[in-house]
């Protein structure tokens, strides 16, 4: 079963650092986004993306971070400058056709997420 | 915006019972997922259900849209349930802030 895939799982990193999260979405979706939750609070939308822009973002999402889709696999979520209160797992998810069975177009897939924690 | 409540926020129940959560949203959704955090952290996708009723063996969903509620039940719980469970609706997926399951053996 294709599955949204997400690097790395965990993640250390100084504050006023950048962090790069990196995400294989499920191959043929067309929709992507990011997600982020904060230990033990209920996830919070960050972006989606489509066609190659933001299709719409949160008033989380400013402009401390950006996504990217390099090349035809990969879907990253960059922190600019790194802030104690980033810390958080951050999910990927992806929808919009594909090869998952049964799925629904809007169906959203989750990644196993990358904890991000910021010192 | 779209507010989702959901309960109980807490739930201990034995292993054998059955367990209903409700999920309440205040305006119509195209879209609605139940989702399952497990002890590790990651989602899993119980059910893409915007209307209608969906079972997959011990689990099943029931969403009624015009009334603007979904239910997941969960039929002779195991420990392996424990965790969150998440509703989530609309196309940038607001979630609720889930019902935390705890099964004990």
């Known amino acids: 079963e294709p599955e949204v895939t997400q690097t790395p799982s965990h993640q250390v990193t100084q504050m006023g650092q950048e962090v790069i999260l990196h995400c294989v979405p499920i191959?043929?979706?067309?929709?992507f986004y990011w997600y982020r939750q904060i230990l033990g609070q209920k996830v919070e939308f960050l972006v989606s993306f489509y066609n190659n822009e933001i299709s719409e973002k949160s008033e989380i999402f400013d402009d401390q971070f950006s996504v990217e889709r390099p090349d035809g696999s990969n879907f990253t979520l960059k922190i600019r400058s790194t802030k104690l209160e980033d810390s958080a797992m951050y999910f990927c998810?992806?929808?919009?056709?594909?090869?998952?069975?049964?799925?629904?177009?809007?169906?959203?897939?989750f990644g196993p997420g990358t904890r991000l924690t910021v010192l | 915006g779209i507010q989702v409540e959901q309960s109980p926020p807490d739930l201990i129940l034995q292993e054998g019972a059955n367990s209903t959560l409700r999920c309440n949203f205040s305006d119509s959704v195209n879209n609605l997922q139940w989702f399952h955090q497990n002890p590790w952290g990651q989602l899993i996708n119980l059910f893409y259900?915007?209307?209608g009723t969906k079972q997959n063996g011990r689990l099943s969903a029931t969403t009624v849209a015009t009334e603007r509620y979904s239910l997941l039940y969960i039929s002779s719980s195991q420990t392996t349930d424990s965790g969150v469970y998440f509703c989530a609706v609309s196309d940038k997926i607001i979630f609720g802030k889930g019902t935390r399951l705890h099964i004990l053996p």
């Open positions: 998810a992806s929808s919009g056709g594909g090869l998952v069975k049964y799925a629904s177009y809007n169906e959203q897939f």
């Open positions: 191959s043929n979706h067309l929709y």
């Open positions: 259900i915007p209307s």
